[in-house]
């Protein structure tokens, strides 16, 4: 038996430190193609970052469909990646069905750097918290999102507010 879950607030359960707006981040992932992947390499001017706990519960489902489905169409300039603990044939076995070619699917799996680095998972676990991050060109957290409690949906509303100012 579990000697913690993921129910009430979520900052109790992550760790203090974690990344916080005005922090610069790199880390490295694996794709779906199980090839390496560093955040340095992306060239559009913003990034945002949607962490998922699995891609095989039905909230964060919901989370990649809904950013897929609207950012990658209307924010052209801004990289849509999704990354979570989920092995990368999980992933693509996940969201074969309604991927956008610009949406990018990264497994923390293997290297598990965007968890260490951003301190965004759960250590009693290793899954990632349920987050969302907009970088900016020099990768510099600009806005950050933690869902409380992690079963909830990201406010999607103040994210795509954030967007439409940038």
């Known amino acids: 038996m579990a000697l913690k879950t993921m129910q009430g607030d979520v900052y109790t359960l992550l760790p203090k430190n974690h990344i916080k707006v005005g922090d610069k981040l790199t880390f490295k992932a694996d794709t779906t193609k199980f090839e390496d992947f560093n955040l340095t390499d992306v060239k559009k001017k913003y990034k945002l970052i949607s962490a998922v706990p699995s891609i095989d519960t039905s909230v964060c489902m919901l989370q990649t469909r809904e950013f897929n489905n609207k950012l990658v169409s209307k ?47 759960f250590d009693f676990n290793n899954l990632l918290a349920r987050s969302v991050i907009v970088l900016n060109e020099n990768n510099e957290v600009i806005y950050l999102q933690i869902s409380n409690p992690v079963s909830s949906e990201p406010n999607y509303q103040e994210v795509y507010t954030l967007l439409d100012k940038l």
Do not use: M, W
């Open 75 to 121: 924010y052209p300039d801004v990289q849509l990646i999704t990354i979570s603990r989920d092995l990368p044939f999980a992933l693509t076995r996940g969201c074969e069905s309604f991927l956008n070619p610009n949406h990018i699917l990264l497994s923390d799996t293997n290297y598990r750097d965007f968890g260490n680095k951003t301190n965004l998972y």
